[in-house]
């Protein structure tokens, strides 16, 4: 196979494909970052299309889709019957932009996600999603799964991948804000991050075991209540909202989840369980598409 693109998760791709025994072509605009992967048996390709000449698998994995299109597309003449397996992040339409392009040069395109630090890549804590034709996937799976033991696929549609990996990022970028926002609130008290950490580890794992049924209530479009309604958890929120205020902490955080559920309430759901919101987070900010 060949790596387009030797950052730190291309380096960690390529050197997953060496461990594994797969013979591995690599290309980098910065040509020096492919010297340490030669001296472990990497062939250095001067250019993408040579890289790409190389082998029938091409993963890519640079900073954006519109990198990936121009480093693709002067190698078009050699993509015919190749199958691109792209890494790189971005939107789902940035995904379908990408695979159209590469499709018109009759290659087939997987669209990916890793849910991984280059660290792992490799190894049975890897996460590694992927989206486009099933037939290309099972071609290649064997080979993909050097990547990571946790490596599937989504659907046909070219952009899922990169809408899960979306969607992973809004979850843990929440979790992380709520406990940032948790240690300020301790901070102004004077007690330390540190203290703080052994509780708010219990939380997330207790939030974390609700994800699934909530899941199916989502699902099922029915929201009974599991541990307190809407409008019981309202008033506890209204009570962090006044509690950061009181110590000089953003309101910011509280003051948006709040919001929510007051919107939730008036669109009579304030007796529902705390899955209704989702029905708020569905609908256009105001003043956006």
């Given at each position: 196979?060949?790596?387009?693109?030797?950052?730190?998760?291309?380096?960690?791709?390529?050197?997953?494909?060496?461990?594994?025994?797969?013979?591995t072509t690599?290309?980098?605009?910065?040509?020096?970052?492919?010297?340490p992967l030669?001296?472990?048996?990497?062939?250095?390709?001067?250019?993408?299309?040579?890289?790409?000449?190389?082998?029938?698998?091409?993963?890519?994995?640079?900073?954006?889709?519109?990198?990936?299109?121009?480093?693709?597309?002067?190698?078009?003449?050699?993509?015919?019957?190749?199958?691109?397996?792209?890494?790189?992040?971005?939107?789902?339409?940035?995904?379908?932009?990408?695979?159209?392009?590469?499709?018109?040069?009759?290659?087939?395109?997987?669209?990916?996600?890793?849910?991984?630090?280059?660290?792992?890549?490799?190894?049975?804590?890897?996460?590694?999603?992927?989206?486009?034709?099933?037939?290309?996937?099972?071609?290649?799976?064997?080979?993909?799964?050097?990547?990571?033991?946790?490596?599937?696929?989504?659907?046909?549609?070219?952009?899922?991948?990169?809408?899960?990996?979306?969607?992973?990022?809004?979850?843990?970028?929440?979790?992380?804000?709520?406990?940032?926002?948790?240690?300020?609130l301790l901070?102004?008290?004077?007690?330390?991050?540190?203290?703080?950490?052994?509780?708010?580890?219990?939380?997330?794992?207790?939030?974390?075991?609700?994800?699934?049924?909530?899941?199916?209530?989502?699902?099922?479009?029915?929201?009974?209540?599991?541990?307190?309604?809407?409008?019981?958890?309202?008033?506890?929120?209204?009570?962090?909202?006044?509690?950061?205020?009181?110590?000089?902490?953003?309101?910011?955080?509280?003051?948006?989840?709040?919001?929510?559920?007051?919107?939730?309430?008036?669109?009579?759901?304030?007796?529902?369980?705390?899955?209704?919101?989702?029905?708020?987070?569905?609908?256009?900010?105001?003043?956006?598409?």
């Amino acid at each position: 196979m060949a790596v387009l693109g030797l950052g730190l998760m291309g380096r960690a791709l390529a050197e997953a494909f060496l461990r594994a025994g797969h013979p591995t072509t690599v290309w980098n605009r910065t040509a020096a970052k492919a010297e340490p992967l030669a001296a472990r048996g990497a062939t250095l390709a001067a250019t993408p299309a040579e890289a790409v000449a190389a082998a029938p698998l091409v993963v890519v994995c640079v900073a954006d889709h519109a990198s990936v299109r121009a480093i693709l597309e002067p190698a078009g003449g050699v993509l015919g019957g190749r199958t691109v397996a792209n890494l790189t992040s971005g939107s789902s339409g940035e995904a379908r932009r990408t695979a159209a392009a590469v499709s018109r040069h009759g290659a087939d395109y997987l669209g990916g996600a890793i849910m991984a630090i280059p660290e792992t890549v490799g190894t049975a804590d890897a996460l590694l999603v992927y989206s486009g034709p099933r037939a290309a996937f099972d071609r290649h799976e064997p080979v993909l799964r050097s990547l990571g033991a946790g490596t599937s696929h989504l659907g046909d549609d070219h952009g899922l991948a990169s809408l899960n990996e979306m969607a992973v990022l809004s979850v843990m970028w929440n979790v992380l804000n709520g406990f940032l926002h948790g240690a300020a609130l301790l901070g102004a008290a004077g007690v330390d991050a540190a203290a703080f950490a052994p509780l708010a580890k219990t939380g997330i794992e207790t939030v974390a075991g609700w994800v699934p049924g909530y899941a199916r209530q989502i699902d099922d479009g029915a929201y009974p209540v599991l541990d307190a309604a809407v409008d019981t958890q309202l008033a506890a929120m209204r009570q962090v909202l006044d509690e950061s205020a009181a110590l000089g902490v953003s309101t910011a955080l509280p003051a948006f989840v709040k919001d929510l559920a007051e919107r939730a309430v008036a669109a009579g759901h304030g007796g529902d369980g705390y899955a209704a919101l989702v029905e708020q987070f569905r609908k256009p900010s105001e003043g956006r598409p």
